[in-house]
């Protein structure tokens, strides 16, 4: 079976309303999107700035294309 790897990042500075971007990359297994998912662990140690991720792996939609959008949060 072959899965999509998403990766929610939220970016933003101190007083102003955190930005969402969603990636979803094609993983050809289970096994590989567990692998490429923790290479999105990471910390941005910067003052009054946040970046945060999020990963998850999911099955993928028969057709299910790779896509970069924003989520309104």
Same mark, same amino acid.
Request: aromatic share 6%; net charge negative; charged share 30%.
């Given at each position: 079976?072959?899965?999509?790897?998403?990766?929610?990042?939220?970016?933003?500075?101190?007083?102003?309303?955190?930005? &969402?971007?969603?990636?979803?990359?094609?993983? @050809?297994? #289970?096994? =590989?999107?567990?692998?490429?998912?923790?290479?999105?662990?990471?910390?941005?140690?910067?003052?009054?700035? &946040?970046?945060?991720?999020?990963?998850?792996? @999911?099955? #993928?939609? =028969?057709?299910?294309?790779?896509?970069?959008?924003?989520?309104?949060?």
């Amino acid at each position: 079976m072959k899965f999509i790897l998403v990766i929610i990042l939220t970016m933003g500075a101190l007083g102003e309303e955190p930005k &969402t971007i969603e990636m979803r990359i094609p993983q @050809e297994n #289970r096994a =590989e999107c567990l692998k490429s998912a923790k290479t999105f662990k990471f910390s941005f140690p910067i003052p009054m700035v &946040t970046l945060s991720t999020e990963t998850r792996c @999911e099955p #993928r939609m =028969e057709n299910e294309e790779p896509e970069i959008r924003g989520v309104n949060t």
